[in-house]
């Protein structure tokens, strides 16, 4: 079977009683293969071994335990929590493939049950792929969410603006807005998202507007170069990481953390609506780290 992330770092340290230099590069090596990022990666560890020869910590605990502080600095959370009483609007970005409906649906429910808000509306806003529409309305029915959608190859600003209007009529709620992810026309969409921002900058009260982006958590630096994209073209407040176990490399959160500044709100860890969860930084570094 294959071994994870963190049974690696157990077998470098176990096979190093010692830190020396070997041992350190051996760890930025490791580092690097779970998707913290070369430059990330030598900073750590540059870091951790200054310390330790400034502190004289020579044993495999300690190590671990100051890699784990230097780490948990750099990974964020923030708890995502729709305003009572005011239009929130949420919109959730993404590439193509890394499981953004999906995600809006499990968000949708989690809300939903939390008992946080009771009107939460799915606005199909991923126009253009005719999938993407289908596969909203048919999580919508089996969760039992209103899900507003125009024809196939419409405005996408349109529709969440009717889903904000439909959440209004009721006095207050959440709309989740799914938009396409298509990268390799960035200018276009680049451009597409600005004018849903507009749209839901304007809907949404003061202070309830959102944008999240979704990662998928084994495509490492792939993951962070769209988060710089989607940052740079609209901003984001937060990240859900998909395909999320303790046996994946996952070390993107932190590269996410320590170059942009964006926090983690959620990972899912599976297909079922339930298989999503809060990101904790300290369950996700001791997962990284086999702790």
């Not at 779970?34 to 400034?54: H, M, P, T, Y």
């Not at 806003?125 to 999938?131: C, K, Q, S």
Request: glycine content about 8%; aromatic content about 6%.
């Amino acid at each position: 079977m294959k071994k994870s992330f963190g049974e690696k770092i157990k077998a470098l340290f176990s096979k190093n009683n010692d830190t020396t230099e070997d041992f350190f590069e051996e760890l930025t090596d490791l580092l690097v293969e779970g998707d913290i990022g070369a430059k990330a990666s030598f900073q750590i560890v540059e870091e951790l071994e200054d310390l330790c020869r400034k502190n004289k910590i020579k044993e495999q605990d300690q190590i671990i335990q100051e890699l784990k502080n230097i780490l948990l600095r750099d990974v964020k959370s923030v708890e995502l929590n729709p305003e009572e009483n005011k239009l929130n609007i949420w919109m959730i970005l993404g590439v193509n493939g890394v499981g953004k409906t999906t995600s809006v649906a499990k968000m949708a429910k989690w809300y939903k049950e939390q008992g946080n808000v009771d009107n939460v509306v799915l606005a199909s806003a991923d126009t253009f792929r005719a999938a993407a529409i289908e596969q909203l309305a048919m999580h919508g029915e089996k969760i039992g969410v209103r899900v507003v959608s125009h024809q196939h190859g419409s405005d996408p600003s349109a529709v969440v603006f009717d889903a904000a209007e439909a959440v209004k009529a009721k006095g207050d709620g959440l709309v989740l807005a799914d938009t396409a992810g298509r990268l390799h026309n960035k200018e276009n969409l680049v451009r597409e998202l600005q004018k849903i921002d507009k749209i839901c900058r304007t809907k949404a009260d003061e202070g309830c507007y959102k944008k999240i982006i979704v990662i998928d958590s084994t495509t490492g630096q792939n993951a962070l170069r769209q988060a710089e994209v989607f940052n740079d073209a609209v901003g984001i407040d937060a990240v859900i990481m998909t395909k999320y176990d303790s046996t994946a490399k996952g070390g993107v959160a932190v590269s996410i953390g320590r170059e942009l500044g964006i926090p983690v709100a959620f990972i899912c860890t599976g297909e079922k609506y339930e298989n999503i969860g809060r990101f904790i930084p300290e369950e996700y570094i001791n997962d990284f780290l086999g702790l």
